[in-house]
């Protein structure tokens, strides 16, 4: 999304929307917040890149064209010498040549912050969200929230629940008005969006009227798209 103008009128179309709707806290709930990094996370993805992985720099000079236990070896020695923030974004670069929907989740999680400037803002795997949520969502002055979860959490270890299992959850334990959620993920197109939502609601007895469903794929062009979905 490189468009200045379309973030701009998105931007400004939310915070209409927010102020609207009384909407002060918005929560992203997504397995590209996970910040953890396993080895056994990476050698798969270094395994599907075979020679190319040796273009990462850490890599470098590492023949992945020779017997798998060798080099993951080194790979394992590598990751060892370098910083916890370094062995993620090696993760992350990684997932991006592998996997072309990981460039779009990381714009998500760029985006997502500047499109609700105006207000409270948090990013959350879903390991943190279900530490928080009972801070969030139960107790005396919590303010309106609208909580993004992503459908698909494969990429977080650990993380046992789909996206719409974490709303039924969370409207269960918050009952009030005054929590909406949203299913933002790459299952869904933006042009079956409606149908999708109207399916996710009664298949899974989800009150319509406190849950949206918008495409990610919106954010890597359609901002104004974006906004409008956001809209119950």
């Not at 379309?6 to 915070?15: N, S, T």
């Not at 299992?165 to 409207?171: F, M, T």
């Not at 933002?184 to 996710?200: K, N, Q, V």
Request: glycine share 6%; charged share 30%.
């Amino acid at each position: 999304m490189d468009d200045p103008t379309d973030l701009r009128e998105a931007q400004a179309a939310i915070g209409k929307l927010m102020t609207a709707m009384s909407i002060r806290r918005v929560i992203s709930v997504d397995d590209e917040y996970s910040q953890h990094l396993d080895p056994t996370d990476l050698i798969p993805l270094l395994a599907g890149l075979g020679p190319k992985a040796s273009t990462i720099t850490e890599f470098e000079g590492i023949d992945f064209a020779v017997e798998s236990g060798v080099w993951k070896k080194q790979v394992a020695e590598r990751l060892e010498e370098l910083s916890p923030e370094r062995n993620t974004e090696i993760l992350r670069t990684t997932r991006r040549m592998t996997d072309p929907k990981a460039k779009l989740d990381e714009l998500s999680g760029r985006l997502l912050p500047e499109l609700f400037q105006g207000v409270e803002f948090h990013r959350l795997s879903q390991k943190e969200w279900k530490e928080k949520q009972r801070e969030f969502l139960v107790g005396e002055g919590i303010p309106k929230t609208l909580v993004l979860f992503d459908q698909n959490f494969s990429r977080e270890p650990d993380a046992r629940q789909k996206g719409v299992d974490l709303i039924q959850e969370a409207l269960g334990m918050c009952q009030e008005p005054d929590l909406l959620c949203g299913l933002l993920s790459h299952e869904f197109a933006a042009t079956s969006e409606y149908d999708g939502w109207r399916s996710l609601c009664v298949e899974n007895g989800l009150d319509d009227s406190r849950v949206v469903l918008v495409a990610k794929e919106r954010l890597s062009g359609e901002l104004m798209g974006f906004a409008r979905m956001i809209k119950l």
